[in-house]
């Protein structure tokens, strides 16, 4: 059948246009084996068609004849067409495979690796499932492309343009009635084709609505939303809704389905049909032999699929193109926060943890003011910063600046006098620790999620820091111990149960900086003084940020800056601030926190 191109494949390539030399770059290491596919190629297409000769001479001379030596010869012909057909076909296989499965690799290596190197602000505003679409399905269907589609081009372009000439060398009369046979039919293929599509279409998009609701509803996360609001009959009406729907689309799609074997049928059933008439009418056979006839017949159905194929070139290669489009497209996104060129080398023995905010202002991407303007603040190496104001006040972007989740708009964030700009992202990941309010386990057991911070650790060391982290005890008391899968989400545990596994996965970092982003913020009274106690044990001998809400948790903290509207407008100990009478005695007044 004739296909369309979708449309939005074409958006996708005026979006973000690719060249042929770029995707010829992906294979270039791989000619030599490309270059022996091609030739397995040509060669299984051409071997393929001796088969309707060698019929002809089979009905036309060794069978009425009784020619058994030259029976002998071309029934042993028609096996050897069909051996070498066959394990050249199992080579160009292994090769096209290997080739693509290659190259897929290294495709699916590099776009994992360079979306990690890009800012949170990216997964912020992509859509996850968007990400592991083109990770997955699109490299999936790249492998396709190149171990199906481009080697089904080649063959099916050989086979076509040899299959012609085969035609035209067994009977130029009937090759003249192929050629006034074959539009028509290819024209009702393709009307069929249509109708197909679009169907098609509508059930993808039926399906992805219904996979979507399965995601959003079943999950924990879902599950929970679901019964806490009561939308179950709700969601479960709108599920049955769109099930329907594609149940109607199911069956209209097999029916069109149906549409298209039955017309291949009328046209495969036609074209033979018609040869045969004109073979068997005294005034158009002009002495055609029966084994001419079956040659030409057997050729004629073989020329058709080819056929097709190599009229469905141009939508395939748009297709292709599209698929990489999609891919590429993240390959080139730039990296907004990336190593620098000529990176500084920490000596973690002589590093103290200074920390210095100097003329530091920071603006997201269309937004209409600064998150933090002007902030000028030095924390002393193994001393505490509390920070706090109203929320939206710039508290978490002033943590993620010296996380180096974010680089300032203006300014610089230095540790012991070296810009963070200037330091490999990796080895800064071992100076600063950030334990934040929204707690990530990893869907594996409590060992591994502790061991993600350092693969290195042995499991006394990871023991160790659960103790220090006030969670040993409890892990211990759990039938399957360190060993317990945690859960989607870490859900089989309690909010503080996870913020105390978190605070000993830091623990094994061993952070010379602690970030503490309103670590306690969610947690009751009762667990919060658990976990408090916890980050207290951290915070020992570390330079500590802490970002809190609850004044409680930060009155005893070196200095205290209070932001409002990403500028400090206050800064002292809790003693002067309250004696200030500003905003935070405002903010103290109203937590009832002792104001002395």
């Not at 296989?93 to 693509?100: F, N, P, Q, R, V």
């Amino acid at each position: 059948m004739v296909a369309k191109v979708d449309p939005a494949d074409r958006a996708q390539l005026a979006e973000h246009p690719v060249s042929l030399g770029r995707i010829g770059a992906l294979f270039h290491p791989y000619r030599g084996p490309l270059a022996v596919v091609t030739a397995l190629i040509v060669a299984t297409s051409l071997v393929g068609l001796a088969t309707p000769f060698i019929t002809k001479h089979l009905i036309d001379d060794a069978i009425p004849n009784q020619d058994v030596s030259l029976l002998l010869l071309l029934v042993g012909g028609l096996l050897a067409v069909t051996v070498i057909s066959s394990v050249l076909g199992v080579v160009q296989t292994w090769l096209s495979t290997t080739i693509g499965q290659k190259v897929m690799h290294r495709l699916r290596t590099d776009v994992f690796t360079h979306l990690q190197r890009q800012s949170v602000d990216f997964f912020t505003r992509t859509r996850g499932g968007e990400v592991q679409s083109r990770l997955t399905q699109d490299i999936q269907g790249m492998q396709g492309v190149v171990t199906s589609t481009a080697t089904s081009v080649a063959s099916n372009i050989t086979t076509a343009v040899g299959t012609a000439v085969a035609m035209v060398a067994l009977s130029w009369q009937l090759s003249l009635l192929s050629l006034v046979v074959l539009p028509p039919s290819i024209w009702i293929m393709r009307k069929v084709a249509t109708m197909r599509r679009e169907v098609t279409a509508k059930r993808q998009r039926a399906m992805a609505d219904l996979q979507g609701q399965v995601e959003e509803s079943l999950s924990v996360s879902g599950a929970i939303l679901g019964k806490v609001l009561g939308t179950g009959p709700t969601t479960s009406a709108t599920f049955a809704t769109t099930s329907n729907e594609l149940m109607d689309l199911e069956v209209r799609s097999q029916l069109a389905g149906r549409w298209r074997m039955a017309t291949m049928s009328i046209v495969f059933a036609a074209i033979p049909a018609l040869i045969y008439l004109i073979a068997g009418l005294p005034a158009t056979s002009n002495g055609m032999t029966i084994g001419t006839l079956v040659a030409f017949t057997g050729l004629q159905a073989a020329l058709f699929r080819p056929l097709m194929g190599v009229l469905n070139v141009g939508v395939e290669v748009i297709s292709s193109m599209a698929l990489f489009s999609r891919v590429f497209e993240y390959l080139d996104l730039v990296v907004e926060i990336d190593d620098p060129a000529d990176p500084v080398a920490l000596d973690r023995a002589t590093l103290r943890g200074d920390v210095r905010f100097e003329g530091v202002g920071y603006s997201y991407p269309g937004a209409d003011r600064a998150a933090l303007a002007e902030i000028d603040l030095s924390i002393p190496a193994g001393s505490s910063l509390a920070l706090v104001g109203h929320t939206g006040s710039g508290k978490s972007t002033f943590g993620s600046l010296v996380a180096r989740l974010a680089d300032p708009s203006v300014g610089r964030v230095s540790i012991d006098g070296i810009d963070l700009r200037d330091l490999a992202l990796a080895e800064l990941s071992t100076v600063v620790g950030v334990v934040s309010q929204e707690t990530y386990l990893l869907h594996t057991s409590i060992r591994e999620n502790l061991r993600y911070a350092r693969p290195e650790a042995t499991d006394a060391e990871i023991e160790e820091a659960a103790r220090a982290a006030q969670i040993h005890d409890l892990i211990v008391g759990l039938p399957e111990g360190y060993d317990t899968i945690v859960g989607s989400r870490g859900h089989r545990f309690s909010g503080g149960e996870k913020q105390r596994i978190a605070i000993a996965r830091t623990i094994l970092r061993d952070p010379l900086v602690l970030v503490l982003d309103e670590a306690t913020s969610a947690l009751d009274n009762a667990t919060e003084r658990a976990v408090q106690e916890a980050l207290d044990a951290l915070a020992v001998g570390r330079t500590t940020i802490t970002i809190a809400h609850r004044l409680s948790t930060i009155a005893d903290a070196d200095q205290i800056a209070v932001l409002d509207a990403g500028r400090i407008v206050e800064k002292g100990t809790h003693p002067e601030l309250v004696a200030l009478g500003g905003e935070y005695a405002d903010l103290a007044g109203k937590q009832d926190l002792v104001l002395a």
